[in-house]
């Protein structure tokens, strides 16, 4: 019967073949995302879908919604013979899905993310095509689903394999556990599940997880592809599928019931709890890299406060590795100047081809190299919202936070440097929030106070004032320091957040801008008995030269000297010499 369904839908791909596929099917191709390209080879009728979507290739419901698509209409292709996955990411094939999307989720998103991720799995599982995975990083979790259900694993040495998703907390569905038994065998992977058992390649070999290692991952894969095209189609596909119905039928039959059970059990606290704990363990690796950045959320908050009312034309932008269409939407809505911050991660040679396509069109183009990003997320419902047609005006776009929802901006947070770019330029910051559900802290001092619910992300990008109008809680009269509650870390932080000492401080740093250093640093101890020693630690004892600089400014300096080290350092010496980048 299922052999029968197979020839069956053979036969009828074969005449939807001109309707389902592009005509320039073959070449290179790129998803609307930019989250993998395809390489298509006429010659060999062999397609390579590279997934790219930084930092990890991690699995989230729009990823794998085209992932998928493309994989279904090149399974419909009839020119295409084989696929070979693989990433162009330096050390990760795939992490898994995307952990965000089940951490905290949205009862109908959660839904659909699982229901897609069945959907990719049996195109790629019951593909007619000989597929192939150049796994050339790490695969954990849904990523070695995803590899599991190729016909052919070739990866790269040291990198790690496996489902671990009992390390999670959380369980692999049954069909990916049938996958795996199909290839290691009933009692390998109830061993590897139940330990939730991460391999290297070497060992990942050894129990047949993989079937060879190579340096070259992909060279290989093309390789042994022709071996495998050198088969008549029809025969090799029939003999899968007669070694794949079983499973294949068991998944179709239950996925109802999987999908009822996901939506149940994800939810559930402790499965919550037991994500977010892993969620917390795998950001705090990176976060213990990253300096206290004491108050930007506040400070930006302020200067809300002061710029909304008259604000300029002045626009600012940040730019990351994937924003090459952003900027010129950002051209198209009068932005004239952008920063690009780059970081050690990034994508060198995009960065620089936004350079070269972009350096002329904007008034300044400064790229950072140094830049640190804490946060990076991806714009949901760019079209939706018409933002780019919107934006005459200033910008900024950004939260800090560390919230784990689904948020979603094609921006990066904001950094360190901001500051002395900003000068004068207004600065939105952008949230849906009162009594709903905010945010906004820093690294590591501030707490987060609530969660910001995803509707909020649509708000934090109108930043046109028509748009900002047609959200009343968003209007300039916002008393936005409401939103945020902030827990003083030190003197320091107490002087940037007590309302009455801030403006104390204002009226003090205005009064005495001309003045020389040592008459201002006892005024300002008396405001915040450390500053005094704090500044002359870093070697601050010029502030008079600062006079050009908003007091604004001095709000920045204190918030660098808060976070003391050799970057703030550097900023502050360039604040005390420069008005503006
Ligand atoms: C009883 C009833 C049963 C009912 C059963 C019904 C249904 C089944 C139920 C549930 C099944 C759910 C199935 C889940 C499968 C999965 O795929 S879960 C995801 C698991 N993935 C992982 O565990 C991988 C985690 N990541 C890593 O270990 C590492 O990142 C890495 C892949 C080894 C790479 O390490 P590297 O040091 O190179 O990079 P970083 O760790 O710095 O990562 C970069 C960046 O990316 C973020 N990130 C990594 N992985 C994910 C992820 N999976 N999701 C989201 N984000 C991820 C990481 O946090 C870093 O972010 P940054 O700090 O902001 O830069």
């Not at 399974?75 to 965000?100: H, Q, V, Y």
């Not at 790269?156 to 394999?161: A, D, L």
């Not at 690796?285 to 909304?308: G, P, W």
């Not at 939103?483 to 009226?507: G, H, R, T």
Request: aromatic share 10%; with cysteine.
């Amino acid at each position: 019967m299922f052999l029968r369904n197979v020839m069956r839908k053979i036969a009828s791909q074969k005449s939807l073949n001109g309707l389902a596929i592009k005509k320039n099917y073959f070449g290179t191709t790129s998803s609307l995302l930019d989250d993998f390209s395809i390489n298509a080879n006429e010659k060999t009728g062999v397609s390579v879908i590279t997934m790219s979507k930084t930092p990890a290739n991690s699995l989230n419901l729009e990823f794998i919604q085209e992932l998928s698509m493309a994989i279904q209409k090149l399974n419909m292709e009839k020119s295409c013979r084989g696929i070979i996955l693989t990433s162009s990411l330096p050390s990760i094939f795939s992490a898994g899905l995307d952990i965000l999307e089940m951490y905290q989720p949205e009862p109908d998103r959660l839904e659909k993310f699982w229901t897609e991720f069945q959907e990719i799995w049996l195109a790629l599982y019951s593909s007619p095509k000989t597929v192939m995975s150049a796994i050339n990083g790490h695969s954990p979790a849904g990523g070695c689903i995803i590899a599991l259900a190729t016909d052919y694993r070739i990866m790269k040495p040291k990198f790690t394999i496996g489902l671990n998703e009992t390390m999670l907390g959380i369980v692999a569905p049954f069909w990916a556990e049938d996958s795996m038994k199909a290839v290691i065998g009933q009692r390998r992977s109830e061993y590897s599940l139940q330990l939730g058992k991460l391999y290297t390649a070497e060992e990942a070999l050894q129990i047949n997880l993989i079937d060879e290692i190579s340096d070259n991952p992909l060279q290989a894969c093309e390789d042994e592809m022709m071996n495998w095209l050198k088969l008549p189609d029809h025969a090799r596909t029939l003999t899968k599928f007669q070694n794949r119905g079983h499973i294949i039928e068991k998944m179709k039959k239950g996925r109802k019931e999987d999908l009822e059970k996901f939506v149940k059990f994800i939810p559930r606290e402790g499965i919550q709890m037991a994500l977010g704990t892993y969620l917390d363990n795998l950001k705090s690796r990176k976060k213990k890299q990253l300096k206290t950045c004491v108050s930007d959320v506040e400070l930006i908050v302020r200067k809300i406060k002061y710029n909304l009312e008259d604000y300029t034309k002045t626009t600012f932008f940040y730019l990351g590795a994937q924003d090459g269409i952003l900027a010129e939407n950002l051209i198209n809505s009068g932005c004239k100047k952008v920063i690009v911050t780059e970081h050690k991660k990034s994508n060198e040679e995009h960065l620089n081809e936004i350079q070269n396509r972009f350096r002329e069109k904007f008034l300044r183009f400064t790229r950072f190299p140094n830049s640190r990003i804490i946060e990076e997320y991806k714009l949901d419902g760019l079209e939706e919202k018409n933002w780019h047609t919107q934006p005459k005006v200033a910008v900024i776009l950004t939260l800090l936070t560390n919230d784990r929802s689904k948020l979603s901006l094609n921006s990066y947070l904001l950094r360190k440097q901001f500051p002395f770019n900003f000068g004068r330029t207004p600065i939105f910051l952008l949230t849906d929030n009162t009594e709903s559900k905010v945010i906004l802290m820093n690294e590591t001092n501030l707490q987060t106070e609530k969660r910001i619910p995803s509707r909020a992300l649509s708000y934090m990008f109108l930043y046109d004032r028509t748009l900002l109008a047609e959200i009343p809680r968003l209007k300039p009269s916002q008393k936005y320091t409401k939103l945020i509650k902030i827990q003083p870390k030190s003197d320091l932080v107490d002087l940037l957040y007590d309302e009455d000492k801030f403006k104390e401080a204002e009226v003090f740093l205005k009064h005495f801008f001309n003045k020389p250093y040592e008459r201002v640093i006892p005024k300002i101890e008396k405001i915040c008995p450390n500053l005094g020693s704090e500044l002359i630690d870093m070697n601050i004892t010029m502030l008079d030269r600062v006079k050009d600089l908003d007091f604004r400014i001095i709000g920045e300096i204190f918030r660098l000297v808060a976070s003391n080290d050799n970057y703030s350092r550097n900023i502050i010496r360039v604040l005390s010499s420069r008005h503006e980048f």
